[in-house]
């Protein structure tokens, strides 16, 4: 254990029985920014591929750094499909310690590959940590998603409704017309009724290439004048989103779509028995969970990395839902000793 982690639980009166130590927050944020400046060296270049190894492979060593003992519940896939960051993987210099804390990771080191490529809006690379049996372990398979910010009455969605109701109910909760809605899409030709309909009740549609995660955040900030998330993406990301809201407020609901019977048996394999349940916000992250996100390249949520001669800089945010805390970070990273940021 590090110095910091000692003094930290003896001004707290936490011990290694406490999985979220209040130093974790800010250990999140270096874990995320090691994975976004790796990914940022790509760029533009057009390789998704190396671009997600990139971040992977800087995520895991940043976590490997950390004492504690981590789980993979979402990951970059099945272990066959994945090399690291494998759903499964144990993470954490403390997961050969029997004392060290326990707790469940959710991940994905670049959200956005495509994005990143293409050198696109809203990449992030994204993480949330919870105490063990608190993170749902999905299947990596699609979701049907549907998100709004705070200050509404519980129960004002309702995934089991069509996408009129929801709009409706939205609009009579905010005290406006339907038409005044604005909704946060995937550009996807799947959507391609979801847009028609929101459209015939004169709904607003901001309409974004990847990066679902931003999307579902978007519905808690009134700078992007998002009010709802619509649509149909992958559960990973679902658990990601819905653990962003369960710090900041916000309700979000899901249900896991399968297309095929690989897919069901995947499933299976998983322990989901309901193919049709609707999971809610405490379904898929309760309890004390912390958020953590850096931006790869600018969005709404977050700028990306920046090269500046002798320093990178970052731009992060953080949560944590026992406190209600959203934290802001800017890091100025020195790549040599000696240099100064111009």
Same mark, same amino acid.
């Given at each position: ?163 009129? &109701?929801?709009? /409706? $109910?939205? +609009?009579?909760?905010? !005290? %406006?017309?339907?038409?005044?809605? #604005?909704?946060?899409?995937? *550009? ?72 095929? &019977?690989?897919? /069901? $048996?995947? +499933?299976?394999?998983? !322990? %989901?028995?309901?193919?049709?349940? #609707?999971?809610?916000?405490? *379904? ?59």
């Amino acid at each position: 254990m590090t110095d910091t982690m000692q003094a930290a639980r003896a001004a707290t009166g936490t011990t290694a029985s406490n999985a979220l130590d209040r130093v974790l927050v800010l250990e999140m944020v270096r874990v995320t920014e090691a994975a976004a400046v790796a990914a940022s060296h790509l760029i533009g270049r057009g390789d998704e591929k190396a671009a997600d190894h990139a971040a992977v492979e800087a995520m895991r060593e940043a976590l490997n750094q950390l004492d504690f003992d981590g789980t993979v519940v979402i990951g970059e896939g099945e272990r066959d499909e994945a090399p690291m960051l494998f759903i499964g993987e144990r993470v954490g210099a403390g997961r050969d310690n029997p004392n060290a804390a326990r707790i469940d990771i959710a991940l994905d080191p670049l959200e956005g590959t495509t994005i990143t490529a293409k050198a696109g809006p809203n990449a992030l690379a994204v993480l949330a940590i919870a105490e063990q049996g608190c993170l749902l372990n999905a299947p990596d398979v699609y979701m049907d998603k549907l998100a709004i910010g705070p200050g509404y009455p519980e129960g004002t969605i309702d995934l089991g409704k069509s996408v009129t &109701d929801n709009i /409706r $109910a939205i +609009a009579a909760a905010k !005290g %406006v017309q339907p038409n005044e809605i #604005i909704a946060c899409v995937l *550009d996807r030709p799947r959507h391609a009724d979801l847009i028609a309909e929101l459209r015939s009740l004169g709904c607003g549609i901001q309409l974004i290439p990847d990066g679902d995660v931003a999307g579902v955040i978007a519905v808690t900030d009134p700078d992007t004048s998002v009010d709802v998330y619509m649509g149909q993406g992958g559960a990973p990301e679902g658990v990601l989103a819905a653990a962003a809201l369960r710090c900041v407020g916000g309700q979000f609901q899901g249900r896991l779509v399968f297309r095929n &019977d690989d897919e /069901r $048996a995947r +499933a299976d394999r998983w !322990g %989901v028995e309901d193919l049709d349940r #609707i999971y809610h916000l405490n *379904d898929l992250a309760k309890g004390d969970v912390i958020f953590a996100a850096t931006g790869v390249t600018d969005g709404s949520l977050l700028e990306g990395v920046k090269r500046r001669r002798g320093c990178v800089t970052t731009e992060s945010v953080v949560m944590r839902a026992s406190t209600g805390t959203v934290r802001w970070v800017r890091g100025e990273h020195r790549k040599e000793p000696g240099l100064h940021c111009d």
